[in-house]
């Protein structure tokens, strides 16, 4: 938690109003959240592929998924509500880093639906890091 911007800035990130965080913050996935390439619900999905441990091709995936800590880039200035549940879209970089695979690192950043996630800081950092390993196994 080192990274501290001293006031909130807004920028524009592909023709799109955005807010930078203050500080570092992440997002902890209570549900598999479907990946966009704009912050809408009518934008295309996103699709990464699934990687072994190995390092090898699966399937094509385009979820987050539940169980998974993810750092906040950037943030909307806008809500939106589905499902009746009313959230900002969130910038995250989605990573297939298969273990001891450094060059099959697939990343790419997406847009994600806040409403089935929970905010995560610098004072409940730890908590949400020890629920992700948990999930991941």
């Known amino acids: 938690f080192g990274r501290k911007v001293k ?3 807004k920028v524009l990130y ?3 109003e955005v807010v930078i965080p203050e ?30 441990r190995a390092g090898d091709y699966i ?9 998974d800590l993810n750092h906040i ?16 879209w969130y910038l995250i970089l989605e990573e297939d880093r298969p ?12 847009w994600v639906f806040g ?3 929970d905010m995560v800081n610098e004072n409940n ?3 949400y890091l020890g629920l992700s390993k948990i999930n991941r196994k």
């Open 99 to 110: 273990y001891d695979f450094a060059d099959k690192n697939i990343s790419k950043f997406v």
């Open 23 to 52: 500080s570092d913050s992440y997002l902890y996935f209570k549900e598999n959240t479907r990946m966009r390439d704009k912050p809408s619900l009518k934008a295309k999905t996103v699709e990464m592929p699934y990687l072994t």
């Open 73 to 88: 880039f950037a943030y909307t200035t806008f809500e939106e509500t589905i499902d009746n549940v009313t959230s900002k």
């Open 7 to 9: 006031k909130v800035e």
């Open 14 to 16: 592909e023709n799109q």
């Open 115 to 117: 409403g089935w996630c």
């Open 125 to 127: 950092y730890e908590y």
């Open 59 to 67: 399937e094509a995936r385009k979820v987050v998924y539940k169980g």
